[in-house]
């Protein structure tokens, strides 16, 4: 599905209508900035792993995140990857 007014590397905002976590089955938002940059800062760092046990090693140019603000799924060209695998656990930030 494409739509005309999306930009090559921004998602459609319509998509958080009808997507949700696969795992929790909860609805999922844009991530805010804020906590963007933050998980941003924390790849860098090299202490962030996804579910697959990968360490992050890239930051994200934007993030689905769960409303319940604990999964988040990178965003990347524009198309959210909603695998179980690729998710992150956010609650590592606090730790």
């Known amino acids: ?19 949700c976590c696969p ?10 900035a804020e906590r963007l940059s933050r998980l941003n800062a924390a790849i860098a760092g090299g202490g962030i792993r996804n579910q697959g046990e ?8 934007e993030a689905l995140v769960t ?8 965003v990347r060209d524009g198309i959210p990857i909603l695998l179980d695998h690729e998710c992150i656990d956010l609650r590592q930030l606090a730790t």
């Open 1 to 19: 599905m494409v739509f005309a007014d999306a930009g090559p590397a921004e998602m459609d905002k319509r998509l958080l209508d009808i997507i």
């Open 23 to 32: 795992a929790t089955h909860l609805p999922l938002e844009l991530l805010a």
């Open 54 to 61: 990968q360490v992050l090693s890239e930051s994200l140019a």
């Open 67 to 74: 409303n319940n603000g604990h999964f988040a799924y990178p």
